[in-house]
């Protein structure tokens, strides 16, 4: 990452006013291909020829393009496990604390049979009915009976709530048993997934590595004329038509949350201060107004509220993909803000950039 100074200069200068509608966002796009290198000092940076049965420029990019959203799909699932397993351990811990007041609760249940027990042995042995047929005035004996009845009902609530103690014991035994299988289960679910996001990052960073540097700078301006033509299609499609809802107080919190990170690197599995990933950025950002929402694009698209394209206002989170492995956050004028993938920062991007699978909102 950069200096301060730079991320500074690189935030004030990504926060857009978000006026003129559509236009605005076109015209933003074209500065971002505009930009690119080579455009930008007047070189064009040709695709170099491949060789008879190697991969076009283009091809490679699409490799690694796919690579990276692999290695999207892989990170979701390493952090819901991640997050699964924490919820475990928090319940596992809530179980033992549980079973150590039970197993007080008992001791003191034993203690009081205990007491009980020794004051019949100091009484001579006798049981109290017997105690109170040899008693010899009548007034002793009601008095007695009533305080027999007393203590036979507190005899028996005694042995109620000692049987039922443990059997909770047994269930808080049994349940904290699954919730350490249930552990283990996601402690192997995130190996395999850390596994898999290595594998395609590498791969992806392999390819990219065999490129000379012309390729490279030609690789970055084939990946925003993409964006590019993706956008315009998107926006001569008419869906921005309409498109002007307002942004909640909490919206705008949440925008301004990921406005302010942009320039900073995405990482797999990170969720800030100084890196993301996708949706540990959408989540932040919207904890950040006292919203807890999902920590993975998928469970953001199953649990939060969707709604049309045509209703989308600043603060909502766009799912993209059909295998919902990757999220931005929609700013307004067609724009969102996203932790792109590794090597990328974060960055605004035009809205239908990538193919939209759905919109929802964590304030709804």
């Known amino acids: 990452?950069?200096?301060?100074?730079?991320?500074?200069?690189?935030?004030?200068?990504?926060?857009?006013r978000w006026r003129g509608g559509a236009s605005a966002l076109t015209l933003l796009c074209?500065?971002?291909?505009l930009t690119?290198?080579?455009?930008?000092?007047?070189?064009?940076?040709?695709?170099?020829?491949?060789?008879?049965?190697?991969?076009?420029?283009?091809?490679?990019r699409e490799d690694i393009e796919d690579l990276y959203r692999e290695a999207g799909t892989?990170?979701?699932?390493?952090?819901?496990?991640?997050?699964?397993a924490t919820a475990q351990s928090d319940r596992i811990v809530e179980i033992a604390k549980?079973?150590?007041?039970?197993?007080?609760?008992?001791?003191?249940?034993?203690?009081?049979?205990?007491?009980?027990?020794?004051?019949?042995?100091?009484?001579?042995?006798?049981?109290?009915?017997?105690?109170?047929?040899?008693?010899?005035?009548p007034t002793q004996f009601l008095d007695g009976a009533d305080r027999l009845r007393q203590g036979e009902k507190a005899t028996t609530d005694l042995l109620s709530d000692l049987n039922r103690t443990q059997d909770d014991l047994v269930r808080y035994a049994k349940e904290a048993?699954?919730?350490?299988?249930?552990?283990?289960?996601?402690?192997?679910?995130?190996?395999?997934?850390?596994?898999?996001?290595?594998?395609?990052?590498?791969?992806?960073?392999?390819?990219?590595?065999k490129l000379e540097a012309e390729e490279k700078a030609r690789l970055i301006q084939l990946e925003q004329q993409a964006q590019y033509k993706a956008q315009t299609a998107w926006l001569s499609s008419g869906a921005l038509k309409g498109v002007n809802g307002a942004a909640t107080d909490a919206g705008k919190r949440a925008v301004q949350y990921a406005t302010a990170q942009i320039g900073k690197p995405y990482v797999w599995g990170a969720e800030g201060p100084g890196s993301f990933d996708c949706s540990g950025l959408t989540s932040q950002a919207w904890l950040s107004t006292g919203r807890r929402?999902?920590?993975t694009s998928q469970e953001q698209l199953r649990l939060l509220p969707k709604v049309a394209v045509k209703d989308m206002r600043p603060g909502d989170l766009i799912i993209y993909f059909d295998d919902a492995s990757h999220v931005g956050m929609y700013v307004g004028d067609g724009a969102m803000i996203h932790a792109p993938r590794p090597g990328r920062n974060v960055t605004i991007a035009g809205a239908g950039s990538m193919p939209i699978k759905s919109v929802v909102r964590p304030d709804a």
């Not at 990452?1 to 935030?11: C, Y």
């Not at 690119?36 to 283009?58: C, I, Q, W």
Request: positive net charge; hydrophobic residues 35%; aromatic residues 4%.
């Open 177 to 209: 048993s699954e919730q350490w299988r249930k552990l283990e289960a996601n402690r192997i679910k995130q190996e395999d997934s850390k596994k898999r996001v290595e594998e395609k990052i590498k791969a992806a960073e392999e390819l990219e590595s």
């Open 98 to 137: 549980q079973i150590v007041a039970g197993q007080e609760r008992i001791s003191s249940m034993k203690n009081r049979a205990g007491a009980a027990a020794r004051a019949q042995y100091r009484s001579g042995g006798l049981p109290p009915g017997a105690q109170l047929a040899l008693s010899g005035s």
């Open 293 to 295: 929402i999902p920590r």
């Open 30 to 33: 074209a500065m971002a291909i």
């Open 1 to 16: 990452m950069g200096t301060e100074g730079t991320e500074k200069r690189s935030r004030s200068q990504a926060r857009p």
């Open 74 to 84: 892989a990170t979701d699932a390493y952090n819901l496990a991640e997050g699964e």
């Open 36 to 60: 690119a290198p080579g455009l930008v000092t007047g070189t064009a940076y040709a695709a170099p020829t491949p060789e008879p049965g190697a991969k076009s420029l283009e091809q490679v």
